[in-house]
Nanobody, 122 residues
Framework: QVQLVESGGGLVQAGGSLRLSCAASGRTFSSYAMGWFRQTPGKEREFVATISWSGGITSYADSVKGRFTISRDNAKKTVSLQMNSLKPEDTGVYYC???????????????WGQGTQVAVSS
């Protein structure tokens, strides 16, 4: 099993940057694909990015391509989301997730953190 704790959220103006981090526990962390999702009130949880266990394969939602970068450090058991050129529509609670194979839907993941709030002002 994997436990996940997100951090790094906050308030930022449009055009600014934030770096989210997810700290994982569990000796099998490196065998899991990792993903980031976000959610705002009244909307379904939205896929943001995913990264393979090796870090060699990444994928992104069209809405964040070119602005966000997902990365992982298996030695430190962390996964990060660098968010640049932030827009108000990026506002939401961001969740870190772990799954055996990864993917772009919530059901692809077995373990979830509690989320960290990101607010982007216009």
């Amino acid at each position: 099993q994997v436990q996940l704790v997100e951090s790094g959220g906050g308030l930022v103006q449009a055009g600014g940057s934030l770096r989210l981090s997810c700290a994982a526990s569990g000796r099998t962390f490196s065998s899991y694909a990792m993903g980031w999702f976000r959610q705002t009130p009244g909307k379904e949880r939205e896929f943001v990015a995913t990264i393979s266990w090796s870090g060699g394969i990444t994928s992104y939602a069209d809405s964040v391509k070119g602005r966000f970068t997902i990365s992982r450090d298996n030695a430190k058991k962390t996964v990060s989301l660098q968010m640049n050129s932030l827009k108000p529509e990026d506002t939401g609670v961001y969740y870190c997730a772990a799954g055996q194979y990864g993917g772009g839907i919530s059901s692809d993941y077995n373990y979830w953190g509690q989320g960290t709030q990101v607010a982007v002002s216009s």
